[in-house]
């Protein structure tokens, strides 16, 4: 089983005794950079309590063990090499507190809705970065081996033939080791421009079925444009791999790809 527990802090806040509310608390005066610290963690369920951890105790170790090491004065000025190096720590501290039998499995901070870095344990000197971008597109649904019935019964509204269009959200996630003369996974201007060049500015107000090479035969639903995203910048990052590409195409719908090994 696995469990995740987030908890929210200001960026210059380390003070244990903070409520977990949704948009956390502070005793200082100032405005700071919010952050979401999030622990995935797995083991048995007690039988007894149903628990697989009491969610108080890794609120516990978090905040006196693991908050300490990422928030302090100036942390809010701290670039991305520096708050990974912290993380790398973090992480092998709250492997190291958590209650047994539970195994930490990651520790995730995200910095902005925009911005997270996330460190696995199996692998605690590889970091992985997720960036979000944003591109409005329209698409059309449908077969063109079926007829405009059946297109219209399988894939309803969204077969409209003058198309419909969506706000996408688009994060990109990569991975690698700490470079030990920069810190860093990857520049992060650099994965800008390569993502930016190469999916942002095609895909940005376009529509899709009529201006997309890849999708004059491939149906552009969600799950398609998330491998194609994938096609397109698996081979471009040359100072780092690609991890996953996840694209959001409402609040409540995602398609999220890997690869295929």
Same mark, same amino acid.
Request: charged content about 20%.
């Given at each position: 089983? !696995?469990?995740m527990?987030e908890i929210?802090?200001?960026?210059?806040d380390?003070?244990?005794?903070?409520?977990?509310?949704?948009a956390?608390s502070?005793?200082?005066d100032?405005?700071?950079?919010?952050?979401?610290? !999030?622990?995935? +963690?797995?083991?048995?369920?007690?039988?007894?309590?149903?628990?697989?951890? #009491?969610?108080?105790? +890794?609120?516990?170790?978090?905040r006196t063990e693991?908050l300490?090491?990422?928030?302090a @004065?100036?942390?809010?000025?701290?670039?991305?090499a520096?708050l990974?190096?912290?993380?790398?720590?973090?992480?092998? &501290?709250?492997?190291?507190?958590?209650?047994?039998?539970?195994?930490l499995?990651?520790?995730e901070?995200?910095?902005?809705?925009y911005?997270?870095?996330?460190i696995?344990t199996g692998?605690?000197?590889? +970091?992985?970065?997720?960036?979000?971008?944003?591109?409005?597109?329209?698409?059309r649904?449908?077969?063109?081996?079926?007829?405009?019935?059946?297109? !219209?019964?399988i894939?309803?509204?969204?077969?409209?033939?003058?198309?419909?269009g969506?706000?996408?959200v688009? @994060?990109?996630t990569? &991975?690698?080791?700490? #470079?030990?003369?920069t810190? &860093?996974?990857?520049?992060?201007?650099?994965?800008?421009? +390569?993502?930016?060049?190469?999916?942002?500015e095609?895909? #940005?107000?376009?529509?899709?079925?009529?201006?997309?090479?890849?999708?004059? &035969?491939?149906?552009p639903?969600?799950?398609?444009?998330?491998?194609?995203?994938w096609?397109?910048?698996? #081979?471009?990052?040359d100072?780092?791999?690609?991890?996953?590409?996840?694209?959001w195409?409402?609040?409540?719908?995602?398609?999220?790809?890997?690869?295929?090994?």
């Amino acid at each position: 089983m !696995r469990l995740m527990r987030e908890i929210r802090c200001f960026a210059t806040d380390g003070n244990a005794t903070c409520q977990n509310s949704w948009a956390g608390s502070s005793e200082r005066d100032a405005v700071a950079p919010f952050w979401v610290l !999030r622990a995935v +963690i797995d083991g048995p369920v007690a039988p007894q309590t149903g628990y697989l951890c #009491d969610i108080k105790e +890794i609120d516990a170790v978090l905040r006196t063990e693991v908050l300490p090491q990422l928030v302090a @004065e100036k942390s809010a000025e701290l670039g991305l090499a520096a708050l990974a190096s912290r993380l790398v720590g973090a992480a092998s &501290t709250a492997a190291a507190q958590l209650p047994s039998p539970t195994k930490l499995l990651s520790l995730e901070l995200s910095l902005s809705p925009y911005t997270k870095l996330a460190i696995s344990t199996g692998a605690l000197q590889m +970091i992985e970065l997720t960036h979000a971008y944003e591109f409005s597109a329209a698409h059309r649904l449908s077969c063109k081996d079926l007829s405009d019935e059946e297109n !219209r019964r399988i894939f309803g509204k969204c077969s409209n033939p003058n198309g419909h269009g969506h706000n996408y959200v688009l @994060e990109v996630t990569v &991975t690698g080791p700490l #470079d030990e003369a920069t810190g &860093t996974v990857t520049d992060l201007g650099h994965l800008d421009r +390569i993502v930016r060049e190469l999916v942002v500015e095609p895909f #940005d107000h376009k529509h899709l079925n009529v201006e997309l090479a890849e999708f004059a &035969t491939l149906n552009p639903t969600v799950e398609n444009i998330a491998l194609v995203v994938w096609n397109r910048l698996v #081979d471009a990052l040359d100072r780092c791999r690609l991890a996953k590409v996840r694209v959001w195409e409402t609040p409540k719908t995602y398609a999220e790809y890997s690869g295929s090994g």
